[in-house]
């Protein structure tokens, strides 16, 4: 049973557009939602945060969405460049910093 | 970057036999987790330790064991490996100093295979 979901299995962009990926989550418990960017052969990186009590957070080009009575959360990146090319993870937390992670979105931004 | 190494990067190895992966952390960070990413499935959390020699179960923990005797190392082991542990491994750790939501951050992982 998929707790978290990420239905795009891709995304293509033009650098300079802005890029949207999407999350979903059926557990109304989850209190914290993280998004992650990964590299091939690296590590997942984190990017950026939201708690369930907010509905938006900011940190430079990147914006983090969330629509609780929807369960669902979006990541904004304005404007989009080569570098952000990588696969996104979307994950959420249910307590004790166990994460769920769902299963990816790789971007591609091309010049 | 976060001061985790991972021992191998790379392994191959036969069916039935028992594998050792290493996780070593520089950050004095009390949660460390260990991790299996497959295709289609994203992340999924095998074990995961609370401080030293205090672990329990993940999602995914049947066919592995831990074990955590210092802060700094935590160990993750496949008693008898089968083919469908063949995956890339990741540990990562957090400081939950910083309250609920820290962020974990993660090794560069093991590609592990059996043969």
């Known amino acids: 049973d998929q707790q978290v979901k990420q239905n795009s299995p891709s995304l293509s962009v033009q650098e300079g557009r802005i890029s949207i990926l999407n999350c979903d989550y059926t557990?109304?418990?989850?209190?914290?939602f993280l998004w992650y960017k990964k590299y091939p052969a690296e590590g997942p990186t984190f990017l950026i945060s939201?708690?369930?009590?907010?509905d938006k957070n900011e940190d430079g080009r990147f914006t983090v969405f969330l629509n609780k009575s929807a369960k669902h959360l979006s990541l904004h990146i304005v404007p989009s460049q080569p570098g952000d090319s990588a696969v996104y993870f979307c994950?959420?937390?249910?307590?004790?910093?166990?994460?769920?992670f769902g299963t990816g979105t790789r971007l591609l931004v091309s010049p | 970057d976060a001061g985790i190494t991972q021992s191998p990067r790379h392994k191959v190895t036969e069916t039935g036999t028992p594998v050792t992966l290493r996780c070593h952390q520089t950050?004095?960070?009390?949660?460390m987790y260990w991790y299996r990413q497959d295709p289609g499935h994203g992340l999924r959390l095998i074990h995961y330790?609370?401080?030293?020699?205090?672990?329990d179960k993940g999602e995914v923990s049947d066919g592995y064991s831990v074990s955590r005797s210092k802060t700094e190392d935590f160990l993750l082991t496949l008693e008898s490996a089968t083919s469908s542990q063949t995956s890339v491994y990741f540990c990562?750790?957090?400081?939950?100093?910083?309250?609920?939501?820290?962020?974990?951050?993660f090794g560069d992982g093991t590609r592990l295979s059996i043969l």
């Open positions: 994950a959420a937390s249910g307590g004790f910093q166990k994460l769920v």
């Open positions: 950050e004095n960070h009390r949660y």
């Open positions: 330790s609370y401080g030293v020699k205090d672990t």
């Open positions: 557990n109304s418990m989850f209190d914290y």
């Open positions: 990562a750790i957090s400081d939950q100093t910083g309250g609920a939501g820290q962020p974990q951050h």
């Open positions: 939201i708690s369930s009590i907010k």
